[in-house]
């Protein structure tokens, strides 16, 4: 009964992120990735803390939803005052405001799409399937989860400024970091999903007591995904050249 408000409550945290600084994206464009990286580890680190002692303290539920306002709120505390630049301040602008529609609009389309196919396996596998079954799906994917939003990380992070910047400059030195990146990128995702279907049931048996075996074998099949990951890269490259 308390899951309609407690996704209500845990809304507030994505308002309460679109009021972080842009500093923090004119770090990432410019590649100074070590501020940006401090402040979402010291957000980590925080919500951690915070959701623990509220835990230990309270025995609710609500600890989740309180740790993640927490690490909003430090989000925004630090990217205002720790980031370089000038101070931000709230205001509209016409012109920038219909570029964004623009060129947002297909990320909204793509992005609705992304979050219907991304989670139509639960919705599907909830009507063929039993509760206990599909709860060690739920537990398989949410540790495939943290390694291909690693993954992610790295190419929204990393290449996606490389690339944007190489855009920039000219379309001949866009190609050839390309070219560049695609041999590495090819090769993290490659080893990260062999070493995930080696390790899958290793990781299941440490993490988890003997009930839950089942997972294990649910994160190896889960892992082959990764091997497709790496066209990420190619999704990157076109939205560095604004398509």
Not at 21 to 49: E, F, N
Not at 164 to 181: I, P, T, V
């Given at each position: 009964?308390?899951?309609?408000?407690?996704?209500?409550?845990?809304?507030?945290?994505?308002?309460?992120?679109?009021?972080?600084?842009?500093?923090?994206?004119?770090?990432?464009?410019?590649?100074?990735?070590?501020?940006?990286?401090?402040?979402?580890?010291?957000?980590?680190?925080?919500?951690?803390?915070?959701?623990?002692?509220?835990?230990?303290?309270?025995r609710?539920?609500?600890?989740?939803v309180?740790?993640?306002?927490?690490?909003?709120l430090?989000?925004?505390?630090?990217?205002h005052?720790?980031?370089?630049?000038?101070?931000?301040?709230?205001?509209?602008?016409?012109?920038?405001?219909?570029?964004?529609?623009?060129?947002?609009?297909?990320?909204?389309?793509?992005?609705?799409?992304?979050?219907f196919?991304?989670?139509?396996?639960?919705?599907?596998l909830?009507?063929?399937?039993?509760?206990?079954?599909?709860g060690?799906?739920?537990?398989?994917?949410?540790?495939?989860?943290?390694?291909?939003?690693?993954?992610?990380?790295?190419?929204?992070g990393?290449?996606?400024?490389?690339l944007?910047?190489?855009?920039?400059?000219?379309?001949?030195?866009?190609?050839?970091?390309?070219?560049?990146?695609?041999?590495?990128t090819?090769?993290?995702?490659?080893?990260?999903?062999?070493?995930?279907?080696?390790s899958?049931?290793?990781?299941?048996?440490?993490?988890?007591?003997?009930?839950?075996e089942?997972a294990?074998?649910?994160?190896?099949?889960?892992?082959?995904?990764?091997?497709?990951?790496?066209?990420?890269?190619?999704?990157?490259?076109?939205?560095?050249q604004?398509?």
């Open positions: 009964p308390l899951l309609p408000i407690l996704l209500f409550a845990t809304g507030a945290v994505l308002f309460l992120d679109s009021f972080y600084s842009p500093k923090a994206h004119m770090a990432q464009r410019h590649m100074l990735l070590k501020g940006v990286t401090i402040i979402d580890l010291a957000c980590q680190v925080g919500a951690l803390i915070v959701t623990l002692a509220f835990a230990w303290f309270s609710s539920i609500w600890a989740i309180i740790g993640g306002v927490a690490s909003a430090l989000h925004i505390w630090l990217t005052r720790w980031l370089p630049g000038p101070p931000s301040k709230l205001r509209i602008d016409r012109d920038i405001a219909r570029e964004i529609i623009k060129f947002g609009r297909w990320i909204v389309i793509s992005s609705s799409l992304g979050i196919a991304a989670n139509a396996d639960r919705m599907l909830g009507s063929w399937v039993s509760p206990e079954v599909l060690f799906y739920a537990v398989a994917l949410s540790l495939f989860t943290v390694l291909m939003g690693a993954g992610d990380r790295m190419l929204s990393i290449v996606f400024p490389m944007s910047e190489a855009a920039r400059d000219s379309q001949e030195r866009f190609h050839r970091l390309y070219r560049k990146l695609h041999l590495p090819d090769l993290i995702f490659l080893f990260a999903s062999g070493g995930l279907f080696a899958a049931e290793w990781i299941v048996r440490l993490l988890f007591d003997p009930r839950y089942e294990g074998h649910m994160l190896k099949i889960l892992s082959l995904s990764l091997v497709l990951a790496k066209y990420n890269l190619a999704m990157n490259a076109y939205l560095a604004g398509r």
